[in-house]
């Protein structure tokens, strides 16, 4: 072979090696994981507040020591030292996965957790507490259930002060003609919220007990809000006179995915229906 050809060649090989070498590189450059995929590599949040950091997690890995939250897949992490007592919020909001959000205090091999949350009224995550000032804080972003990661955007702000819900059930009650009861109250809320209200209802006849389960959900407006649930009874009837009434409210804030739960109890004269 002469020269000229050997020449041609090599620059045949050379041509087609680049393409390969530049294919190699873009893979091995897309297939690289976040910078903060492991705890020892979070990513600081700095101060001021809101902090947003925008993220792929597809490639993120799951550490063998990364704690549980809700089975997350691949984890990120953030790590933030608050110089000043504040409130915060740390959401997961605008991500476009599923998301898991813990916070934890302490060191590798011994956190201790603040908070847990999968979803905050949607697939996304969020965390509201208070942060002491020279405290460093720990946040672990995962894939709900094991799933892949995606576009994720991490935000940490400061947060209002914690809506308070008051909950009471009226003395009085309504009783149809085949037994069923109407329950009502009122919810008081500082911030509009949503409800959901579960209990039970009973009377002695002096024979048995009838029971009966309630159940409803609603929307606080920010003020006092009338709430009403039919109950029917499991067993019997219900008769006009005393009963006891007990409930729980579960709310969610939905601008934090902050949850608050309060009880009430009450004696309920049963009055029939006009």
């Not at 997690?57 to 063998?64: D, G, I, K, V």
């Not at 905050?120 to 799933?147: C, E, I, L, R």
Request: proline letters at 6%; hydrophobic letters at 40%; a negative charge.
């Amino acid at each position: 072979m002469g020269m000229h050809n050997m020449s041609a060649l090599k620059l045949v090989r050379i041509t087609l090696m680049v393409p390969v070498l530049l294919w190699l590189s873009m893979s091995l450059a897309i297939a690289a994981p976040p910078s903060n995929d492991d705890f020892d590599s979070a990513i600081t949040v700095t101060e001021p507040l809101p902090f947003t950091d925008g993220t792929n997690t597809l490639e993120a890995t799951t550490a063998p020591d990364d704690p549980d939250c809700f089975g997350q897949g691949p984890t990120v992490w953030y790590s933030f030292t608050p110089t000043e007592n504040m409130r915060i919020q740390a959401k997961t909001f605008g991500s476009d996965y599923d998301t898991t959000l813990s916070v934890y205090t302490g060191t590798r091999g011994n956190l201790s957790q603040i908070a847990c949350n999968d979803d905050a009224g949607s697939v996304q995550s969020s965390a509201v507490f208070d942060v002491v000032a020279g405290q460093t804080y720990f946040f672990m972003v995962g894939a709900f259930g094991g799933g892949a990661g995606g576009n994720l955007v991490f935000t940490v702000a400061t947060a209002p002060q914690p809506v308070t819900v008051d909950f009471s059930i009226d003395p009085i009650g309504s009783l149809d003609r085949v037994g069923n009861v109407t329950i009502r109250g009122i919810v008081n809320c500082s911030a509009p919220l949503f409800i959901n209200v579960s209990g039970e209802l009973k009377q002695n006849t002096g024979r048995v007990f009838i029971l009966g389960f309630l159940g409803t959900a609603f929307m606080c407006n920010g003020s006092n809000t009338p709430w009403e649930a039919i109950v029917i009874p499991e067993n019997g009837r219900f008769a006009g006179g005393p009963t006891k009434a007990f409930a729980n409210i579960f709310a969610v804030d939905p601008n934090t995915g902050e949850f608050i739960q309060s009880s009430a109890s009450a004696t309920v004269k049963l009055k029939r229906s006009q």
